[in-house]
């Protein structure tokens, strides 16, 4: 199985990015995907979740500005990032979950800075 996260970069405030995380090897469509994202000397923190069944959770803190979407056909998970602000800077990585089966991507990094 292998997760490979990528569309990271530097971005002004208010600007927009969408990462995506294209999945190899694995019944994408079974799995729960999920985006988290890391600032350095904090803990790994819950962005959204894409279920198998179509539903999708956002993290109150970006609620209305992040959202994620799945591409059964592509195997892809995204995330598009609106309104971004300094605080988003983090690396982010995507998830895929099932069961005990569980694998993470190496994450890419989001730095959003005038």
């Known amino acids: 199985v292998q997760l490979q996260a990528s569309g990271g970069g530097l971005v002004q405030p208010g600007g927009s990015l969408r990462l995506s995380c294209a999945a190899s090897r694995m019944a994408f469509s079974r799995y729960t995907m999920s985006w988290y994202r890391q600032v350095p000397g904090k803990q790994r923190d819950l962005v959204a979740h894409?279920?198998?069944?179509?539903?999708?959770t956002v993290t109150d803190s970006v609620k209305g500005r992040f959202t994620i979407s799945r591409d059964t056909a592509k195997n892809t998970v995204y995330l598009q990032m609106n309104s971004l602000k300094p605080e988003d800077t983090a690396v982010y990585y995507c998830r895929g979950l099932l069961g005990s089966s569980e694998y993470w991507g190496k994450g890419t990094l989001v730095t959003v800075s005038s």
């Open positions: 894409a279920f198998p069944s179509g539903t999708i």
